[in-house]
């Protein structure tokens, strides 16, 4: 049988009024907690926080211990297209500043007085 998670309980470790709203308008008063019901609020819903104040010292361990692994796959495949925007990114940053640049310097030039 699933456990539940409910919006007294939420209040009673002082979650955030943001995450209790959401709560609120994901699964009313109260939330069976399911895998499936998990996965669907993944991510708008704060399972670390839940993990920290819900779970039991060893279960958080776990918890904890795979979601590093998980870190640190989505770290491992996110690197290269952070670099390629920072390249990218660079390269538009350097035309945008020669543009204003340009204008700037023209539109000045060009002012009476």
Do not use: H
């Amino acid at each position: 049988m699933a456990k539940q998670i409910t919006l007294r309980m939420l209040r009673e470790r002082e979650a955030c009024d943001k995450q209790v709203e959401l709560f609120r308008s994901l699964f009313g008063d109260a939330a069976q907690v399911t895998e499936d019901a998990a996965v669907a609020v993944a991510d708008r819903f704060n399972w670390d926080w839940a993990a920290s104040n819900f779970l039991t010292a060893a279960a958080l361990t776990e918890y904890d211990r795979v979601g590093a692994a998980a870190r640190a796959e989505y770290d491992r495949v996110r690197a290269p297209a952070l670099a390629e925007y920072d390249r990218v990114g660079a390269a538009a940053r350097a035309e945008f500043y020669r543009v204003t640049a340009r204008t700037f310097a023209r539109l000045y030039r060009g002012q009476e007085g």
